[in-house]
C-alpha cells in the first residue's frame, strides 16, 4: 500500500496502526460471506455433504480476501478519517 494517495497526496497512516482496524471489518465481511454461501449451498444444491460446504466455503474465502481487505480499508477511511470522494480526482 502506498504512503500517500498518488492522485491527491493523502496520507493514508492516519495514526500508527489505522488500518488495524480494517481487519475487523474484513472478518465481518469473511463471516457474511460464509453464512452467503453455506445458505446458497443449502438451498440450491439440496444440502450437500459437509466436505462440500468446507470446500466451497474456504474457496470462495480465499479468493476474495484481498478484495474485502481493500473495501474495509475503504470503509475505514470514509468513516474514521473524514475521507470524502472528489469527482475532480477521478482518473477515469
Known sequence: MHKTCPVCGLYYEIEVGFFWGAMYISYGFSVGVVFL????????????PVWVYVVTVSAIVLLTTTFLFRYARI??????????????????
Open 37 to 48: 454461501v453455506g445458505i446458497l449451498l443449502y438451498y440450491l444444491a439440496n444440502d450437500p
Open 75 to 92: 470503509l475505514m477511511l470514509y468513516f474514521f478519517a473524514g475521507v470524502q470522494y472528489d469527482s475532480k480526482y477521478n482518473k477515469l
